[in-house]
């Protein structure tokens, strides 16, 4: 089995090489928050925000930065997609609104897909920032992590303490 470290003997950055790795099912689900203020959840759900359909952008988003992840985090291999599920939903407090994003996706290769799903769930919580930072600069996005993920030679992940569902 090869040597699955990122520096090469000169001591500098490498993408690690995965061709012997078993080619599995592996999945992985991330979720991020948008904490807003009672307003701009409004403006969202009445669709009065001005820059368009806040959430079908965010996911459409969210399912295009899953697909090039590669391209912006330096030692993440390009994998195949095989599927990207984005879905919302809201809670309420006393003085304001939090969205919660959740972010399914699949590949069957040799390595997993958890930067994927994390990348995709950043970029839904950054995308809804910046299509109601006119309305509301004080959101807050996150936290985002990596809930559960399986397939791969560490097999099954489950977080199941630190992060509120």
């Known amino acids: 089995m090869a040597d699955f470290t990122?520096?090469?003997?000169?001591?500098?950055?490498?993408?690690?090489?995965?061709?012997?790795?078993?080619?599995?099912?592996?999945?992985?689900?991330?979720?991020?928050?948008?904490t807003m203020n009672k307003e701009t959840y409004n403006k969202i759900q009445n669709r009065e925000i001005g820059k368009g359909d806040v959430l079908a952008v965010a996911q459409v988003a969210g399912i295009m930065a899953a697909k090039q992840t590669s391209s912006i985090i330096p030692m993440c291999h390009p994998i195949p997609i095989h599927g990207v599920d984005i879905s919302f939903d809201w809670e309420d407090t006393d003085d304001s609104s939090i969205l919660l994003i959740k972010v399914e996706a699949r590949t069957k290769g040799g390595t997993g897909i958890e930067m994927e799903a994390l990348t995709s769930a950043s970029v839904c919580a950054l995308t809804v920032y910046d299509m109601c930072k006119a309305a509301d600069k004080g959101m807050i996005i996150g936290p985002t992590y990596l809930q559960k993920k399986t397939g791969g030679k560490s097999g099954e992940y489950r977080r199941n303490e630190g992060i509120e569902e």
């Open 6 to 34: 990122h520096f090469n003997e000169q001591g500098r950055a490498k993408m690690v090489d995965i061709t012997e790795k078993a080619s599995t099912v592996r999945t992985a689900e991330a979720r991020s928050k948008v």
